[in-house]
């Protein structure tokens, strides 16, 4: 497989999730901007939307969006337990974090990073990030160490790679001090210091 992305940007997810599944893959790096590989390719060509993460499999089919990638990487690799199976209750909360992060938080962010937003446009958006970091608090009050629960999930991987994204920001987690613990206690696992480490993120 091999997984087209930019560092630190939300394909950190899937590739998180395919380190902590064991998985054989390669990593590509996109120009976000250029939409071109390291090498020189045209990444449209790969992903006609022009955003990462893609994962292409053995097959050469392609896989896109962050949610359904990371749902497949789980599938994929059951035996690394990253998803509850599917037709149950529990799969079905992981989908309603996935959605949240994705529909909620993740869009959340996003006038963040556009530097045309005027500071009336990125005021509002990190009243609305703080919203949802809010959520995310009262889950994590009652005790539990992961989204779903006593056990990591591809769920853990997405909101750390979206909740990191505060530190670029000028968010502090000071006011949500379960969803810090929750980011310290996720990035010391080996799996997400590698994938960090690889992408340049923090020192090797």
Not at 85 to 96: C, I, M, V
Not at 127 to 133: I, S
């Amino acid at each position: 497989m091999k997984l087209y992305y930019a560092p630190g940007a939300c394909s950190l997810s899937p590739h998180i999730s395919l380190r902590e599944a064991g998985a054989d893959f390669e990593i590509v790096r996109v120009d976000t901007k250029t939409h071109l590989t390291e090498a020189g390719a045209d990444f449209k060509a790969i992903n006609p939307k022009g955003y990462v993460p893609a994962l292409v499999l053995e097959s050469g089919d392609v896989v896109t969006e962050g949610a359904a990638v990371v749902q497949y990487i789980a599938d994929r690799f059951p035996e690394a337990k990253l998803a509850p199976a599917n037709g149950t209750l529990e799969r079905t909360r992981l989908q309603e974090q996935l959605n949240f992060i994705s529909s909620e938080l993740h869009k959340a962010f996003s006038p963040l990073f556009n530097t045309a937003a005027g500071a009336e446009a990125k005021e509002a958006a990190k009243e609305q990030v703080a919203k949802r970091f809010g959520n995310i608090e009262s889950l994590l009050a009652d005790g539990r160490r992961y989204l779903l629960g006593a056990e990591f999930s591809v769920a853990d991987a997405y909101l750390f790679t979206v909740v990191n994204w505060s530190g670029t920001t000028g968010i502090s987690l000071a006011p949500w001090p379960h969803l810090e613990a929750y980011m310290q206690r996720i990035g010391e696992r080996p799996a997400v210091r590698a994938a960090m480490q690889s992408e340049g993120l923090i020192a090797a």
